[in-house]
């Protein structure tokens, strides 16, 4: 590739040589492992573009890398970032919805939303990944766990209603799932429907 010479002023010199500082800085502080690019080719591309970068650029760089520090270093401190929607929600939905607010939080450019959304559903963990860390142990009660036990309860007790007290099994359940309301696990039109469908089920099997 043929060499092209620039001759600039000393005061362009010295305004670029000040925009590769503090670009370079921010590579460093983003935690990148490359070097930065040359001085030469970095000013190259900045005087054919002639887009000087700008202290709000700067900002929006420091600010999206102190965001991405915090999620990649969660698991570093013993924390983890966890998708707890439910089923209804997709993570990539959550993740997406996510990096807007943060984005019109603090006042990002649109470009930036892609980037977050990537680095929180990449991060991002499942309710079940916590209750078994994917080793089978047992590590967190979510709410995922919380209804498997309560949907495995009501199926125990179902099979059980042959030689089970009716009302005293009606009893059981209203308590568990009263529970669950109050641990706001279950809403509470849906604890209503599930009693009710057990009450009728429960005092059915009695009547045959």
């Given amino acids: 590739m043929p060499a092209i010479n620039v001759v600039i002023s000393e005061a362009d010199h010295k305004k670029l040589q000040e925009d590769y500082e503090k670009m370079s800085l921010t590579w460093v502080q983003q935690g990148r492992t490359s070097a930065p690019p040359p001085f030469e080719h970095w000013a190259g591309e900045r005087l054919i573009g002639a887009t000087p970068v700008s202290a709000e650029e700067i900002d929006h760089m420091r600010v999206f890398s102190a965001i991405e520090q915090l999620i990649t270093s969660l698991h570093v401190h013993g924390f983890c970032l966890t998708h707890v929607a439910g089923r209804t929600t997709p993570p990539e939905k959550s993740a997406q919805e996510m990096a807007q607010a943060l984005a019109q939080h603090f006042e990002l450019p649109t470009h930036y939303i892609k980037r977050l959304q990537d680095v929180l559903a ?16 047992g590590m967190l009660y979510s709410a995922s766990a919380i209804e498997a036990a309560y949907e495995e309860f009501l199926d125990r007790t179902t099979k059980a209603l042959d030689h089970r007290d009716t009302e005293r099994a009606i009893g059981r359940v209203e308590g568990v799932t009263a529970l669950l309301v109050n641990l706001e696990v279950m809403e509470r039109e849906t604890a209503k429907d599930k009693t009710q469908a057990f009450k009728l089920l429960a005092r059915g099997m009695k009547k045959s």
């Fill in 122 to 137: 990449y991060y991002q963990k499942s309710p079940d990944y916590l209750i078994d860390g994917g080793q089978g142990k």
